[in-house]
């Protein structure tokens, strides 16, 4: 096996890689790619959410102000490792759709962290049960904009 691999080329272990990557279905790379962007996602909700100056709803507005921007990397991420590039229409139109398409996510979401927020969760808690819901949401979404 050591040998085998030693005389495999970059170009060979990329086409490997690309060929049993391409085989994975749909939903789990979009799953794998969600994962990636959840990750960030949280993190960076982490740090709103220690930096948001108000205590005011500061869950749903650091959810809120971290899902906007979380938008940009999600779409990159999307494009790449589930549907091979931004589409027919490019990267602007492609990430305008899927901003549109978020918009309804985002509405939804952050009634669904608030309506959560209110009946006691915790922050954790409520940011993750609107991460599962709102994941649902957006692999359909999402799917029709990258088509």
């Known amino acids: 096996q050591v040998k085998i691999d030693a005389m495999m080329t970059n170009d060979d272990k990329n086409t490997i890689l690309r060929r049993t990557w391409g085989k994975v279905p749909t939903p789990v790379k979009f799953f794998i790619s969600g994962t990636i962007g959840t990750i960030l996602f949280y993190y960076f909700d982490q740090l ?3 930096l948001w100056p108000f205590e005011f709803y500061k869950s749903t507005a650091s959810w809120a102000v971290s899902y906007c921007c979380s938008i940009i990397w999600q779409h990159a991420l999307h494009a790449f490792l589930v549907f091979g ?8 139109t492609s990430l305008c759709v899927t901003f549109v ?7 939804l979401s952050s009634v669904v962290n608030a309506a959560l927020i209110t009946m ?11 991460i599962l819901l709102t994941g ?11 088509a």
């Open 48 to 50: 709103v959410y220690s």
């Open 85 to 92: 590039g931004f589409g027919k229409q490019g990267y602007l």
């Open 101 to 107: 398409s978020y918009s309804l996510s985002i509405v």
């Open 120 to 130: 006691g969760f915790s922050h954790s808690m409520a940011w993750t049960g609107t």
């Open 136 to 146: 649902l949401l957006n692999y359909f979404l999402v799917s029709k904009a990258m």
